[in-house]
């Protein structure tokens, strides 16, 4: 059995219906799959959960460890192209899956991602062309490392090479003895100590990129990140300045092409107050803050990500007015008095603009990301209205910096 690209929708390919199978069964593995069922495809998803929000959607769905070789067989069986959807997703089982069907993204450009050090070494690489370095940082992996850290790099942030997400995995580190302290205490596992930087802004370019080289971006977003997390995205013609804007797209398309990149992939940059971009970290598949595609954009970043495994032609993800998402954390299940409670759906949706996306994530947790709101409309101001509107229904401190 072989898959031929592009793997048309709605075909049967040795009697079967063309299906995209997904490692990984989170919020973007359903978002994912809701894109390919969209459009014709069947879909599997293999994850450990029997309950993950991707399995319950899909057409088929593989319990099994990311790992288990005969689940990995199983998808290989049923899958006709196989893309993933979580960062840490064994880069061996990628590469596994990728002597028998078509996989995007590939197992290197996943593992470089998955590893601070390499990824870092990657901007570095780019930097020359791209105008667009990363932070001073130094590799910390054995004790004498630390001795060598030089001074300028204090006070700054210590990051778990591999691993780490929604800021967990790191600590800001003022002296060399709380340096010490916090590799400490962090196991001390490979990490990466970068200069503490002044941010004015934080923002992402979501690049898809085909087989033969073909990327069209998604417009820059500015996200605004409370305690580690993602809060809220915000996109509109003039949200960040121009010049910088247009640095991170092209520097993103860079460093996508030098991966030789296939699939969807999220570069995050930090805007300093010197004006200077520099670049922090890049995800291997599509990204919170691109949720708004959904519901903004001509093509959405999901769409994009069956594109790309399917080798169809990428079409250009042209934003339509202004929009801004809102992420839901589990804390939202609680009120004020610190009862549990349902966030008021009905309110939030009379709002004009508002578009809900629960993941079906059975149990609240705080800092448990459980859905999104995204706002749409003709002009910035009008949707930041509404926004704001939503966030006082909720309770939520999203605008606060
Ligand atoms: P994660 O994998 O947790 O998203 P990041 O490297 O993106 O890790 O760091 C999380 C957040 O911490 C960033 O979004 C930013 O707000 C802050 N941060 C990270 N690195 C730096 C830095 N060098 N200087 C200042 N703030 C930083
Ligand atoms: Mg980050």
Same mark, same amino acid.
């Given at each position: ?19 995209? +199978? ?28 029997? =309950? ?36 840490? #997703?064994?880069?061996?089982?990628? @590469? ?16 470089? @991602? ?9 901007? =570095? ?41 929604? +800021? ?8 060399? =003895? ?10 001390? #596992? ?14 992402? #370019? ?28 915000? #996109? ?166």
């Amino acid at each position: 059995m072989s898959t031929h690209l592009p793997l048309l929708p709605g075909t049967l390919i040795d009697g079967r219906p063309a299906t995209l +199978g997904v490692l990984g069964g989170g919020q973007l593995g359903r978002m994912f799959v809701h894109a390919a069922q969209a459009m014709g495809y069947e879909t599997v998803v293999l994850d450990p959960d029997p =309950a993950s929000p991707a399995g319950r959607v899909s057409h088929h769905f593989i319990q099994a460890d990311y790992r288990d070789a005969s689940g990995l067989a199983e998808l290989a069986l049923r899958a006709h192209a196989v893309t993933t959807e979580f960062e840490n #997703v064994p880069a061996e089982s990628l @590469a596994q899956l990728a002597a028998k069907l078509p996989v995007a993204p590939m197992a290197e450009a996943v593992a470089i @991602a998955q590893d601070r050090i390499r990824e870092k070494a990657h901007f =570095a690489r780019c930097a020359a062309a791209s105008g667009v370095a990363p932070a001073a940082h130094a590799a910390i992996e054995r004790p004498a490392d630390l001795a060598a850290v030089p001074e300028m790099l204090l006070p700054g942030i210590l990051k778990t090479a591999r691993l780490g997400y929604d +800021g967990k995995g790191q600590a800001h580190v003022a002296t060399r =003895a709380e340096l010490a302290a916090a590799w400490e205490r962090l196991g001390q #596992v490979p990490c990466v100590l970068e200069q503490l930087l002044p941010l004015a802004a934080e923002c992402s #370019v979501i690049v898809a990129r085909g087989r033969d080289g073909q990327a069209v971006s998604l417009p820059p977003q500015r996200n605004l990140h409370r305690d580690g997390i993602l809060a809220l995205t915000d #996109v509109h013609d003039g949200n960040l300045p121009a010049a910088q804007a247009r640095q991170a797209e092209l520097a993103t398309q860079r460093i996508a092409a030098e991966l030789d990149y296939v699939g969807v992939l999220c570069v995050e940059y930090f805007l300093l107050r010197d004006g200077r971009l520099v670049v922090n970290e890049m995800a291997p598949r599509p990204h919170n803050s691109g949720h708004y595609s959904i519901d903004a954009c001509e093509v959405s970043q999901f769409e994009l990500q069956v594109r790309t495994l399917a080798g169809l032609p990428l079409a250009e993800p042209r934003l339509r007015g202004a929009a801004l998402m809102l992420n839901l954390l589990g804390d939202l299940w609680w009120g004020a008095d610190g009862l549990p409670r349902t966030p008021p759906w009905a309110e939030l949706l009379a709002l004009p603009g508002a578009h809900l996306h629960l993941y079906g994530k059975r149990e609240a947790r705080r800092g448990r990301k459980m859905g999104h709101l995204t706002f749409t409309g003709p002009d910035a101001a009008g949707v930041r209205e509404q926004a704001q509107r939503a966030a006082t229904l909720l309770g939520l401190e999203a605008f606060r910096r």
